[in-house]
């Protein structure tokens, strides 16, 4: 079955920057559609970026104007570029894309 696997994760402080990686195996087609989620200690899970068919891409208030999505098609990778970073932004973040279930999630802790 096609997966995918993220990468990226640390802790940084606030103000910092992460780079998440979303890989896709041989036909997960992510350049074509995918999503990011992250689910904070005690929180619910929300959705935090992504895009459609239509290529445009979507972010939630919370990130609006520092998360940014780009993509390597060639790879089959999606990246969530993170910056100015907050403690609010902590917690597991998971990608998932059209032909595939969610990833096991990678962990960004910030700390202020």
């Known amino acids: 079955q096609d997966h995918v696997v993220e990468s990226g994760g640390g802790s940084v402080q606030a103000g910092g920057s992460l780079r998440l990686s979303c890989a896709g195996s041989q036909y997960a087609r992510c350049w074509y559609s995918m999503n990011w989620d992250r689910q904070a200690p005690g929180k619910e899970r929300e959705s935090v970026a992504g895009f459609g068919d239509d290529g445009m891409r979507t972010y939630s208030d919370a990130v609006k104007g520092r998360f940014v999505i780009s993509l390597d098609p060639s790879a089959d990778t999606v990246y969530l570029q993170m910056n100015n970073l907050k403690p609010e932004d902590t917690g597991m973040y998971f990608c998932?894309?059209?032909?595939?279930?969610w990833g096991p999630g990678t962990q960004v802790t910030v700390s202020s």
């Open positions: 998932k894309c059209i032909s595939t279930n």
